[in-house]
T-cell receptor, first 116, second 112 residues
Framework: DTGVSQDPRHKITKRGQNVTFRCDPI?????LYWYRQTLGQGPEFLTY????????KSRLLSDRFSAERPKGSFSTLEIQRTEQGDSAMYLC??????????????FGSGTQLSVL | KQEVTQIPAALSVPEGENLVLNCSFT??????LQWFRQDPGKGLTSLLL?????REQTSGRLNASLDKSSGRSTLYIAASQPGDSATYLC???????????FGPGTRLSVLP
């Protein structure tokens, strides 16, 4: 396993622009999660996928946020019309629920978004 | 709604000291609880996972315990080292839901 990979590591954008982040989970992990974390806080759940199906979305995920996981492999998180309040670390995690009897989260290094 | 709190918010100890970090959750119907470590500006690294049927898990100098009835978990770190300095977070997976709920973390500083 090469670990969960996120790209880019850092993104600086101007308010109103659209941004897209990518997450590559550990191979064969069928669950993929997106979390958002601000300074001094724990991660807040945004959404998660089992294979290609998006099974749960947080109320935090406004209409400006959309996530996809085509073919149940990598995932993208897009934020449209970014606002300064979107500035945060966006974390991706994956887990397996069939290979392992226990579901354990493995996180990527995150994408730090700064909206100017 | 599950809420997770961690006390203390920050802790500073001299090297070599044993210490305990606390995690509390409001809904005892949990599936499992996982402890993570996070270094500044980085993602989270899993330390220990305790299933709801277990009482404790150990890995090296770390020991995590779980008391579902009281809604508490503790992470015990023995013989602390400066390299242990990081933020420690606990996360609870709800029994009837799918996502993990995180606490705000305890920021630990181990002084040489």
């Amino acid at each position: 396993d090469t670990g969960v990979s996120q790209d880019p590591r850092h993104k600086i954008t101007k308010r109103g622009q659209n941004v897209t982040f990518r997450c590559d989970p550990i191979s064969e992990h069928n669950r993929l999660y997106w979390y958002r974390q601000t300074l001094g806080q724990g991660p807040e759940f945004l959404t998660y996928f089992q294979n290609e199906a998006q099974l749960e979305k947080s109320r935090l995920l406004s209409d400006r946020f959309s996530a996809e996981r085509p073919k149940g492999s990598f995932s993208t998180l897009e934020i449209q019309r970014t606002e300064q309040g979107d500035s945060a670390m966006y974390l991706c995690a994956s887990s397996s629920v069939y290979r392992d009897r226990v579901e354990k989260l493995f996180f990527g290094s995150g994408t730090q978004l700064s909206v100017l | 709604k599950q809420e997770v709190t961690q006390i203390p918010a920050a802790l500073s100890v001299p090297e070599g000291e044993n210490l305990v970090l606390n995690c509390s959750f409001t809904d005892s119907a949990i599936y499992n609880l996982q402890w993570f470590r996070q270094d500044p500006g980085k993602g989270l690294t899993s330390l220990l996972l305790i299933q709801s049927s277990q009482r404790e898990q150990t890995s090296g100098r770390l020991n995590a315990s779980l008391d579902k009835s009281s809604g508490r978990s503790t992470l015990y770190i023995a013989a602390s080292q400066p390299g242990d300095s990081a933020t420690y977070l606990c996360a609870v997976r709800r029994n009837y839901g799918q996502n993990f709920v995180f606490g705000p973390g305890t920021r630990l500083s181990v002084l040489p």
